[in-house]
């Protein structure tokens, strides 16, 4: 009987463990650790895969934003700096109703940036929303963050 349990118990852990190290394909196992967009009864997160990334192992951050109660909005999702300075040449545009379709802002081109010696990890992801297709009536953005360990 003891044989019995302790093989089931390993077969748990090793199960357990597999489902946890798993990597999610897409931002499905996502994070809003930012900011989100309010205003009355719509409501805008943006979302990411993980927290951290490392160059040796994430080659992308893959976002995507949902709209709860908003209608269509438009929108522009760039990666920052932590003082609001766009620090990566990708830029995606588009508008959504529910959800963005996902967006992959590649790691490698997102700028090792350094601030008075100090080289500097966090960013956010930001997307600006705007209530027409040119994007010239802005009504608010939602931001999440994140850390590129390089």
């Known amino acids: 009987m003891k044989k019995y349990l ?12 597999g489902f946890l190290a798993s990597p999610a394909s ?11 967009y309010v205003s009355g009864s719509c409501k805008v ?9 490392y160059p040796s192992s994430s080659t ?12 269509t909005l438009y929108y522009s999702m760039q990666v920052n ?15 959504f ?5 996902t967006k992959y802002f590649s790691v490698s081109m997102i700028q ?9 990890d966090a960013y956010t992801v930001q997307i600006s929303l705007y209530s027409d297709s040119a994007r010239t009536r802005y009504v608010g953005k939602a ?8």
């Open 26 to 36: 897409q931002a499905d196992a996502a994070s809003s650790n930012g900011v989100d």
């Open 60 to 71: 992308t951050v893959d976002t995507y934003a949902t709209n709860s109660g908003c209608g």
């Open 81 to 95: 700096d932590q003082w609001g300075h766009k620090i990566s040449s990708q830029v995606f545009t588009g508008s």
């Open 6 to 17: 302790s093989k089931i118990l390993l077969a748990s852990v090793l199960a357990f463990t």
């Open 97 to 101: 109703s529910s959800q963005t379709p």
């Open 143 to 150: 931001t999440t963050n994140i850390m590129v360990v390089k």
């Open 112 to 120: 090792d940036y350094s601030y008075n010696g100090y080289d500097q």
């Open 45 to 53: 997160e943006l979302w990411t895969d993980y927290y951290t990334y």
